[in-house]
């Protein structure tokens, strides 16, 4: 898992054309985490983004630190990190992690590709050397302290807690 992690958000990083998500329900742990890796988030209104690492005692060490943070910035992905807490598309605009909101998810996937396709509509060498600028950005910024929360989460998965820590959220979600 640690491998296809590393790898998953090395090849984000790596890529020379932009990367759009398009949200229109809930992203949650590592989705949640590759959403905050895209470079533009299409989202709509009632979309959530949460990672409960934390919440189950595990550590959020799949690059969800580093996303988040270079997205909403490092206090703010503290306090969502930290507490599991739900954020909604609408704050997520406001704190940079949605780059396009729109009202329905049905207005999602269009929004997406109407990007997409005037991106792609200019020219390849200022596009992909514009990417690889912002891919440079964020690998040095970002692969130390994706190695050592890989690490932290391989390791937190063995505590013995975990089981019921899962079991304890999937009643508190069943209740809602």
């Known amino acids: 898992m640690s491998t296809e992690a590393t790898e998953l958000f090395g090849t984000l990083t790596r890529l020379n054309v932009p990367v759009i998500a398009a949200v229109h329900g809930a992203a949650a742990g590592l989705g949640a985490t590759i959403a905050a890796a895209c470079d533009i988030v299409v989202a709509n209104r009632a979309a959530k983004f949460v990672d409960p690492h934390v919440v189950l005692g595990l550590v959020a060490g799949d690059g969800g630190v580093i996303a988040w943070t270079q997205a909403i ?25 949605v780059t396009d909101l729109v009202e329905t998810p049905e207005e999602v996937l269009p929004a997406a590709w109407a990007i ?61």
């Open 73 to 97: 910035g490092f206090n703010r992905a503290k306090r969502y990190l930290l507490t599991g807490d739900r954020l909604g598309a609408v704050d997520a605009h406001a704190m940079g992690l």
């Open 116 to 176: 997409a396709e005037k991106i792609a509509s200019y020219p390849k060498l200022g596009v992909q050397g514009t990417k690889r600028t912002f891919n440079k950005f964020a690998q040095q910024a970002s692969m130390a302290a994706l190695e050592l929360g890989l690490m932290l989460e391989m390791e937190s998965f063995q505590a013995p807690e975990l089981l019921e820590n899962v079991q304890k959220l999937r009643r508190a979600s069943e209740k809602k």
